[in-house]
Every structure is written in C-alpha cells, then in structure tokens.
C-alpha cells in the first residue's frame, strides 16, 4: 500500500515503518550537502554537520511541519562566506546566536506574514544569484587548484585555479559531475533503488572510491590531504578532538554591521524557510499546514543553539524535505531520525569522511547550483515581462557584485518603483464578504505583491466546507504574484472541502510589461 492509500495513523511509533527508512534517505542526502555548503561557505566542515544535528534533533521537536527538514542551506553560503571573512568565525557564530533570536522574535511577534510581501521575480532573482555564487565559488575546488588562503575575487580565484589545476582533482569532478546528471535522467529516476541511493551521495562516494584507486594504481594521482583538498574533520572520540570545536567569542564586539549581519541572516533565512514549507504542504499527501509563526519560532531556537556550538545558520531546505516526503515520510519523526544518523557517524566514523575528495563535493554544489540559476529560468523572467524580469535580474547583478543584502534590497527598491506606473491602494484592494450562501472575495483596482498578505489572509478565512467567489473584474492590474496566490489556493482548496469559483480574472498584465 502507498503513502497516499495508506490511512495516517496517530503516534510515532505506528508510524516507525514509515519514517525511519525515510530518514535515513534523508540522512544519505543530507550528508554531503553539510559539508557541500559549508565548504561553499568557507567555514570549517564540522559546521555544517553541526547544522544539519542541530536541524534534525532540535527544530523537528519543535516545528509544526510535519515533514520539512532544516539544515545549513545554499540559499545563506553567500552570507556566511562574507560574514566569516569580514569578522572572523567566531565573531561570526555571535553572528548567528543574534540571528536565532531575532527569529525567534519575529515567530512570538506572528510576523511571519513579512515574507509576503517581496515579490516573486525578487525572490527567485535572490535564488539564482545564489546559485551563480556557488558555481563560481566551487570552480577553484573543482579544478584542484591551490587554496592559497589569499582573499580573492571570483574570477581572480579561477583564474589562479587554472594555473594550478589538478589532473587527478578534474577526473574526480568529472566523474561526480556525470553521475549526478545521470541520476537526473528519466530512467535512473524510475528505479526504485534511485531513492534509497540518492545522487549526490553515489557521486561522493564514487569520488572517494575513485581516490583510493588511484592510491592503489598510480600513487602519483593520488588526492591527498597535504594539498588541502579532502574533508578534514576532528574525530571527536579520539584524542583531543573537542578541543578543535570553534564557540562563538562573545569578547566580540557587537557593532552595527555585526547587527547588520545578523538581520541579513534572520531576514533570508526566514523568507527561504516559509517558501520551503509552503512548497513541502503542497507535496505533502495528506495535504497538512504548517503554522508559519511557530516554524519561526523553531528556525530561531535552532540557530541560536547553532551559534552556541559552532554551527552555521540553517533553515527549511526543500531538496532535503522534498526527499523526506518521495521516501515516504509521515511524521516530524523522520527528520529527528536523520539527525540522529548524522550525528551518530560523526562521532563514530570522522575517519571515514575524511577521504571524500573536496572535488566531488564542489560537484555536488556546481549542480545545485545551477538548478537555482538554470538558463530556463531566465527565459521564464524574460517572458513574463519587463515588470518581473527588471527586479530579478536587477537582484542577481548587484546580489552577485555587491552582497545579497543591498541585492534583495534593490529588487524590492525597483519593483515598488513599478507600483508607481499604477494606482495600487492596499487598503481595499481586496475585501471579503460572507453570507449563509458562501464567501465572496473581491479584487478592485490594482493588486500587486503588496496585496498578497491580505490576499492570503482572506483566503484563510473562508469557513471550511463553503464556497467561495473571487471576482477579479473591477480590478485594472492582477499581478503574477497574485495570480500565483490564487493558484495556490485553488488547488489546495479540496483539502478543506472549499469549492472555489472565479470570475473576471483574465490577466492584466502591468503597464510595463512587454509579454501578455
């Protein structure tokens, strides 16, 4: 019987069968992604194992998703690259524990409902810069170039790469990087083994494996640890391993731009944790909610506790949750159990992950990376019109020149400047009506991303089992981030027993748009 024929049960342990194989799925693709995105981060690889405990023993016990799973996230690697480098780690883990806090404030304070109002072309301008940052961050580990501790540009760091590249290091990125598109082939995916065996771990492996022939058969090809290009974590049950844990130094002092930081971290670690939860109800099978305030709540208790112990930030991650769910997950149960794998193997076996050549990790990012900032992305921004396409690749150009704060903030800045083509009144842009016949939810004048909170809010208070009308038809402009809103509810709408009906929602396109 499948997931979704399957009735849900109460009780974790009736749901052992379920979670525990899920979890440890979830553990396998968890594992080299920790120490993917810590390497992407530039902090120490211990970290990012650290992060990915703290996400599956702590948030998961007091998150309301059911299936979401937090961990370090590539979304923050940017952040947390320019944060360690201007402060230092562990100025930056006081960075972290501030952070936490304000998240946690933002939960208690049901300000969850702040993320709503950034538009979507920001949102996955943010996404794709990110995604352009780790490509060009994990070329130099790619390559096997030297890691000459100099601070370097972008470009300037591949460039000195190339000179001091690897043959034995491209082989191993080679390899990864064909195992990792294979497993995105059709007919890899339609095998059941696939997702017992995910992707990227198969390509680490085979990375590591690879090493250790070349050890064996051609010791001159060998990857070795001298040239700093394999993981290199403290075995914690061994000698002094603990005492190679770096806390946060709270001597540090909090100034400005450390406060900066951390509410740079808070605000994108918030807005990519709500993005992912609203994605994971949406694949859940039995179609449950996840209350956005207390998921806050949990995301901040955790990166508190992550600051604490020499971990880096996290949020919810979809590529981690979204495993959970095809492995069949059905309770927070499944995460804590990959928390518990996680943490189990870094204390027992460091040795073990101590072979994994850096190269099949940055391969692992370089595909992840390119999923954030894929080319059929910008062709979908480019034909949704100039309304979307200005902010989202304005996002991408200064997040990618500058740093991903004044990146988001200008995107925000430029589609505001839009609304200024348009005469948007949140106020009574959108009004809900109620009767014993059902609801009525009217759009007037214009409705844009800054109407989508009160949008969202309306549609949350339509009584379960009703019927509800959205009458688009006094309104002159129906943004895409509206459109997409009602989307989302119409097919979420069955899940509590809402028959929706629509009227005048034709799409009006901004008046700067060049698409219809």
Same mark, same amino acid.
């Given at each position: 019987?499948?997931?979704?024929?399957?009735?849900?049960?109460?009780?974790?342990?009736?749901?052992?069968?379920?979670?525990?194989?899920?979890?440890?799925?979830?553990?396998?693709?968890?594992?080299?992604?920790?120490?993917?995105?810590?390497?992407?981060?530039?902090?120490?690889?211990?970290?990012?194992?650290?992060?990915?405990?703290?996400?599956?023993?702590?948030?998961?016990?007091?998150?309301?998703?059911?299936?979401?799973?937090?961990?370090?996230?590539?979304?923050?690697?940017?952040?947390?690259?320019?944060?360690?480098?201007?402060?230092?780690?562990?100025?930056?883990?006081?960075?972290?524990?501030?952070?936490?806090?304000?998240?946690?404030?933002?939960?208690?304070?049901?300000?969850?409902?702040?993320?709503?109002?950034?538009?979507?072309?920001?949102?996955?301008?943010?996404?794709?810069?990110?995604?352009?940052?780790?490509?060009?961050?994990?070329?130099?580990?790619?390559?096997?170039?030297?890691?000459?501790?100099?601070?370097?540009?972008?470009?300037?760091?591949?460039?000195?790469?190339?000179?001091?590249?690897?043959?034995?290091?491209?082989?191993?990125?080679?390899?990864?990087?064909?195992?990792?598109?294979?497993?995105?082939?059709?007919?890899?995916?339609?095998?059941?083994?696939?997702?017992?065996?995910?992707?990227?771990?198969?390509?680490?492996?085979?990375?590591?494996?690879?090493?250790?022939?070349?050890?064996?058969?051609?010791?001159?090809?060998?990857?070795?640890?001298?040239?700093?290009?394999?993981?290199?974590?403290?075995?914690?049950?061994?000698?002094?391993?603990?005492?190679?844990?770096?806390?946060?130094?709270?001597?540090?002092?909090?100034?400005?731009?450390?406060?900066?930081?951390?509410?740079?971290?808070?605000?994108?670690?918030?807005?990519?944790?709500?993005?992912?939860?609203?994605?994971?109800?949406?694949?859940?099978?039995?179609?449950?909610?996840?209350?956005?305030?207390?998921?806050?709540?949990?995301?901040?208790?955790?990166?508190?506790?992550?600051?604490?112990?020499?971990?880096?930030?996290?949020?919810?991650?979809?590529?981690?949750?979204?495993?959970?769910?095809?492995?069949?997950?059905?309770?927070?149960?499944?995460?804590?159990?990959?928390?518990?794998?996680?943490?189990? $193997?870094?204390?027992? #076996?460091? @040795?073990?992950?101590?072979?994994?050549?850096? =190269? *099949?990790? +940055? /391969? &692992?990012?370089?595909?992840?990376?390119?999923?954030?900032?894929?080319?059929?992305?910008?062709?979908?921004?480019?034909?949704?019109?100039?309304?979307?396409?200005?902010?989202?690749?304005?996002?991408?150009?200064?997040?990618?020149?500058?740093?991903?704060?004044?990146?988001?903030?200008?995107?925000?800045?430029?589609?505001?400047?839009?609304?200024?083509?348009?005469?948007?009144?949140?106020?009574?842009?959108?009004?809900?009506?109620?009767?014993?016949?059902?609801?009525?939810?009217? $759009?007037?004048?214009? #409705?844009? @991303?800054?109407?989508?909170?009160?949008?969202? =809010? *309306?549609? +949350? /208070? &339509?009584?379960?089992?009703?019927?509800?009308?959205?009458?688009?038809?006094?309104?002159?402009?129906?943004?895409?981030?509206?459109?997409?809103?009602?989307?989302?509810?119409?097919?979420?709408?069955?899940?509590?027993?809402?028959?929706?009906?629509?009227?005048?929602?034709?799409?009006?396109?901004?008046?700067?748009?060049?698409?219809?």
């Amino acid at each position: 019987m499948s997931i979704e024929s399957a009735p849900l049960e109460k009780g974790i342990g009736k749901n052992f069968r379920y979670d525990f194989p899920s979890g440890v799925v979830v553990f396998l693709v968890a594992l080299p992604l920790c120490l993917g995105i810590a390497l992407a981060s530039g902090a120490p690889l211990m970290s990012g194992l650290v992060t990915g405990v703290v996400g599956g023993l702590v948030v998961t016990l007091i998150s309301g998703s059911p299936l979401s799973v937090s961990g370090p996230a590539a979304g923050l690697a940017s952040i947390v690259a320019v944060g360690i480098q201007d402060f230092g780690f562990e100025a930056f883990l006081v960075a972290v524990v501030i952070a936490g806090l304000m998240q946690t404030a933002l939960g208690l304070f049901r300000l969850g409902i702040l993320a709503e109002f950034f538009p979507l072309s920001v949102i996955k301008g943010m996404l794709a810069a990110i995604g352009i940052i780790l490509i060009l961050k994990q070329v130099p580990y790619a390559l096997g170039g030297l890691i000459d501790g100099e601070k370097r540009g972008y470009f300037d760091a591949i460039f000195h790469a190339f000179e001091t590249a690897s043959t034995s290091v491209i082989i191993v990125t080679a390899v990864s990087l064909v195992i990792l598109v294979l497993w995105e082939r059709p007919f890899i995916k339609a095998q059941s083994w696939s997702r017992i065996l995910p992707g990227p771990l198969v390509a680490v492996v085979s990375g590591l494996a690879l090493n250790e022939l070349f050890k064996l058969a051609m010791p001159d090809f060998e990857i070795t640890s001298q040239a700093k290009q394999l993981v290199d974590l403290p075995e914690l049950l061994y000698g002094a391993g603990f005492a190679e844990f770096q806390l946060p130094n709270f001597d540090t002092d909090i100034n400005g731009a450390l406060i900066t930081l951390a509410a740079t971290i808070a605000a994108v670690a918030s807005i990519e944790t709500l993005l992912c939860v609203e994605a994971t109800d949406k694949l859940d099978p039995f179609k449950r909610v996840t209350p956005t305030n207390r998921e806050l709540v949990a995301q901040g208790v955790g990166n508190t506790i992550s600051g604490l112990i020499g971990g880096l930030p996290m949020t919810a991650v979809i590529v981690r949750s979204s495993a959970n769910i095809y492995a069949g997950g059905r309770t927070r149960a499944a995460a804590w159990y990959h928390g518990a794998l996680l943490l189990g $193997l870094v204390l027992a #076996v460091p @040795f073990l992950l101590n072979l994994i050549p850096l =190269a *099949a990790l +940055a /391969a &692992v990012l370089l595909v992840v990376g390119y999923k954030l900032a894929r080319i059929s992305l910008f062709k979908q921004m480019w034909s949704a019109g100039f309304d979307q396409f200005l902010p989202f690749i304005t996002t991408i150009i200064v997040t990618v020149a500058v740093d991903l704060l004044i990146g988001v903030t200008t995107g925000l800045v430029v589609g505001i400047f839009m609304l200024f083509f348009t005469k948007v009144s949140y106020s009574d842009a959108v009004t809900l009506s109620t009767s014993d016949e059902g609801a009525v939810i009217r $759009l007037s004048k214009d #409705v844009s @991303f800054i109407n989508k909170a009160k949008l969202k =809010a *309306a549609f +949350a /208070a &339509v009584p379960d089992g009703s019927s509800v009308m959205i009458d688009g038809s006094a309104a002159g402009i129906i943004d895409r981030d509206i459109q997409e809103a009602i989307k989302n509810f119409q097919s979420s709408a069955g899940n509590r027993d809402i028959t929706v009906e629509t009227a005048g929602l034709d799409t009006r396109p901004h008046p700067l748009s060049f698409r219809g």
